[in-house]
């Protein structure tokens, strides 16, 4: 899992990939199998985490193809792909990267 967080910043950012793939699969069908990315946004304070919420019922209404979960401490978004491609994972990744930046320019600051 990799982790991006800064200490000036107020919404952390950390990614996951999951596959129902088995390693028979993999061994024996290749890389090429269907995985869920898993963009975690997450924030200390409850202003912040409440705009989480809201960004997250916004990405839900409007991208059907992603499954969004509130967490206690900020969101989860889910995605699907037909299959393990570098490129896709990769495209996917700057999006949430630039929406992470975004949130925290538009964020008030509390300190």
Not at 10 to 30: H, R
Not at 62 to 71: A, D, L, M
């Amino acid at each position: 899992m990799q982790k991006i967080t800064d200490q000036s910043e107020l919404i952390d950012l950390s990614f996951a990939m999951e596959s129902s793939a088995s390693l028979w699969n993999i061994i024996f069908e290749g890389f090429d199998q269907e995985v869920v990315l898993v963009s975690k946004f997450t924030a200390k304070e409850p202003g912040v985490v409440n705009t989480l919420y809201r960004f997250g019922f916004l990405v839900g209404e409007r991208y059907k193809n992603c499954k969004v979960e509130p967490k206690n401490s900020g969101i989860e978004i889910r995605k699907s792909l037909a299959e393990n491609d570098v490129t896709l994972v990769g495209e996917w990744t700057d999006l949430m990267e630039s929406v992470r930046e975004e949130m925290n320019k538009c964020m008030p600051s509390t300190q």
